[in-house]
């Protein structure tokens, strides 16, 4: 029995009960330019970055894979982000045959199991990809973060390779920490925390020198093809210098090593995912690592914003104690999206009223998570595929304005005050240079004091609604409406054009039956549009294009790429995949059979789902009936729409399973076997 079995159960079972299992961090809760315009180290008017990563914005390219993040690179740029954090881009386990499904046929969370740490895995892409990636980064001034994790393995431990098992003593005894054999429950302790099996993955002894060694030539090797930082995976989860440890004559010197032994270490920007609540230690980490995330000060913008409560009491204070601010701040993380429930109770207009605070404030280096392409609160995986990019909303004119914002603001002081009395919207003042005004409930009247020089200015959303500061009062012949942002500067402002926009229809249904399905393709700021459909030759498109998608023989995927330039020939890139899903129905009545293996316990269960949610029983399943010949029986006992079907041996830790990923589909009186 593999350590992990029991993660596939919790997974399925979360599918159908909505409660998401992540592969981390949550399970501790705890576009180039045309090459005859592209100079060599752009940074020019329309993606003009900030002086470094700290001062300006890292955009999360959550399962885009190096080839997305490439050819997205102009269109990151023209939106003002400094950087971009990858996915992480270890070896990991390869669950579901592969399946490229965010959620289903393939599960993000599998480049958060790592087999063994070298550059390169299925979902996204090879090492000379990334390389690749790091120097179209370079030629727009933007640096690259790699998410990395050293506190675990895939819980699959026949997966993890013989190599890093040797770096780790030899055995998966000596890689992992004694105390592995436990589950972490008691995050008050120390040594639990550092050392214990933390949600099914297996701990490990990151204070062997031979592991560290490993590890961190994989980290060089990381900065060698361009790398100029990381965020470290379940930080508090690895020691700290004075934390108790093992009886195993090694030091905790992890951290020491992560941020001096490494290459370029005087210039990575490295900071360590440290989520807030019990015994976090969160100021020891900052000074080990440099830097750490901010959970609790996302949550409460959330609260902010979601309660239209945005007076400066309510969003000034990071709740780090006293220390100065050396953090990561987000409005939401993609384990805050996928497991705390925002994908369901905070829209992509919160989020960016959200970022607009964080972003236009003085400290903290905020963080953009980029939610799944055409994802909502009645589907929040989107398309459902990993390697595209994620939605569009990351290059809003809104985003795209409060990054240039924060950009020519560095070195400012701030000041957060209220428009009035009106605690529902906030001003974010940067000296008397510029201001920021975020509106959540009600039209806001002008009129109000403000801290910016006496001057006229145009809001730099809109680019045309101009506002007078007279007296230190501003004034315009517009209201500012509700779920907006206003911002306003003039130093360090320059004009760039707006991001050509491709994409699909809202209503679009990326997995479909049948022999086709038409698709309306949508374009805007652009005249050159395109579409090519898997590597076929571009074709030119109009807005409102209708395109038909035709199911093919030798493939269950088709693949349409669409590009455009903006009229200052910045290109935009967005990869569509279209999965065709045969359906089929399973009546009242129907019987399977199943064989079971030798080790299996003798009480077996079939556990029958679809995608539609609906399920014969929770977790388990329901109890086969044995057969005279040995064989188990299970009859359906109502109709089912395409199920899927896992055969078990009950819900206990060391219990089997069949198959560990997506269930089989049903096949009437068949007999199954574990292959």
């Keep these: 029995m593999k ?28 576009c180039d330019k045309d090459s005859t315009s592209t100079p060599e180290n752009v940074n020019t008017a329309e993606n003009k970055t900030a002086d470094s990563i700290e001062a300006g914005t890292i955009l999360q390219c959550f399962c885009w894979d190096f080839n997305t993040i490439k050819e997205s690179m102009a269109d990151i740029a023209a939106a003002g982000f400094t950087s971009v954090q990858t996915s992480p881009i270890n070896e990991c386990l390869e669950g579901e045959n592969g399946g490229m499904e965010l959620y289903g046929n393939g599960k993000w969370y599998y480049h958060y199991q790592p087999t063994d740490f070298k550059i390169g895995n299925y979902q996204l ?39 890093l098992i040797e770096a780790g003593g030899g055995s998966l005894e000596t890689l992992y920490h004694k105390g592995n054999a436990n589950d972490l429950n008691n995050y008050s302790s120390r040594l639990d925390c550092t050392t214990y099996k933390m949600g ?19 980290i060089n090797d990381c900065i060698d ?3 100029d930082g990381f965020r470290y995976d379940t930080a508090k989860h690895i020691g700290l210098p004075d934390d108790p440890k093992e009886d195993d004559g090694f030091e905790n010197n992890f951290w020491e090593k992560a941020t001096t032994s490494v290459k370029n270490a005087d210039s990575l920007f490295i900071y360590g995912e440290v989520l807030q609540g019990n015994n976090d230690r969160i100021k020891d980490y900052i000074s080990a690592i440099g830097r750490t995330t901010a959970s609790t000060y996302g949550s409460k913008i959330r609260s902010a914003v979601n309660n239209n409560v945005l007076s400066p009491g309510s969003v000034s204070d990071y709740w780090l104690g006293d220390i100065d601010p050396n953090v990561v701040t987000w409005v939401e993380s993609h384990d805050n999206y996928i497991n705390d429930g925002t994908a369901y109770s905070f829209t992509n207009e919160q989020i960016i009223l959200g970022w607009s605070i964080i972003t236009a404030r003085k400290d903290g280096t905020p963080l953009f998570f980029d939610r799944p392409y055409n994802s909502s609160m009645d589907n929040i995986w989107g398309m459902n595929r990993i390697g595209t990019q994620g939605d569009d909303f990351y290059k809003d004119s809104r985003v795209k304005a ?14 957060l005050a209220s428009p009035g009395d009106d605690t529902s919207a906030l001003i974010i003042e940067r000296g008397n240079k510029g201001a920021v005004i975020v509106n959540t409930e009600g039209t806001l009247k002008t009129g109000f004091e403000i801290g910016l020089a006496d001057g006229t200015y145009v809001d730099r959303v809109d680019n045309k609604t101009t506002y007078t500061v007279s007296n230190g009062k501003l004034t315009s012949d517009a209201d500012i409406p509700e779920n907006s942002v206003v911002v306003l500067y003039n130093e360090g402002y320059k004009e760039t054009a707006a991001s050509a926009e491709v994409g699909v229809a809202e209503d679009t249904e990326f997995a479909y039956e049948g022999d086709s399905i038409d698709v309306t393709l949508t374009c805007s700021n652009t005249d050159n549009a395109t579409y090519s459909i898997d590597g076929s030759e571009p074709v030119s498109f109009k807005d409102g294009d209708k395109l038909t998608i035709k199911h093919k023989d030798d493939s269950d995927t088709t693949e349409v790429v669409l590009t455009a330039t903006n009229s200052e020939g910045t290109k935009t890139y967005e990869e569509l995949v279209f999965t065709y899903k045969q359906t089929y129905e ?22 029958v789902y679809n995608d539609d949610l609906d399920e014969n029983d929770i977790w388990p399943g329901i109890e086969m009936e044995k057969t005279s010949d040995g064989k188990y029986c299970y009859t359906f006992t109502k109709y089912f729409e395409t199920p899927y079907i896992i055969f078990n041996d009950g819900d206990a830790a060391d219990a089997f399973q069949y198959p560990e990923g ?13 292959e």
């Excluded at 980064?137 to 973060?145: E, N, R, T």
């Excluded at 099914?200 to 994989?218: K, V």
Aim: proline letters at 4%; glycine letters at 8%.
């Design 662 to 674: 997506q269930g089989l589909t049903v096949e009437p009186d068949k007999t199954y076997t574990v």
């Design 586 to 607: 399973i009546t009242k009545g129907v019987k399977v059979y199943f064989e079971k293996p030798d080790d299996w316990d003798d009480e077996i269960y079939a556990y």
């Design 3 to 30: 350590d992990g079995d029991f993660l596939y159960k919790r997974i399925l079972a979360g599918l159908l009960s909505t409660v998401l299992i992540t592969g981390t961090a949550a399970l501790i809760s705890g």
């Design 402 to 415: 409060v990054n240039f914002f924060r950009t020519a603001m560095q070195g400012e002081e701030e000041n």
């Design 125 to 163: 892409g090879t090492r000379e990809e990334f390389k690749a990636m790091c120097e179209e980064a370079d030629k727009y001034g933007i640096s690259v973060l790699v998410d990395v994790i050293a506190n675990h393995t895939t819980p699959e431990t026949d997966a993890v390779s013989q190599d």
């Design 200 to 218: 099914g993955l297996p701990d490990i002894n990151t204070e062997r020198p031979s592991f560290q060694d490993y590890f961190f030539e994989f």
């Design 225 to 227: 093809c361009g790398a």
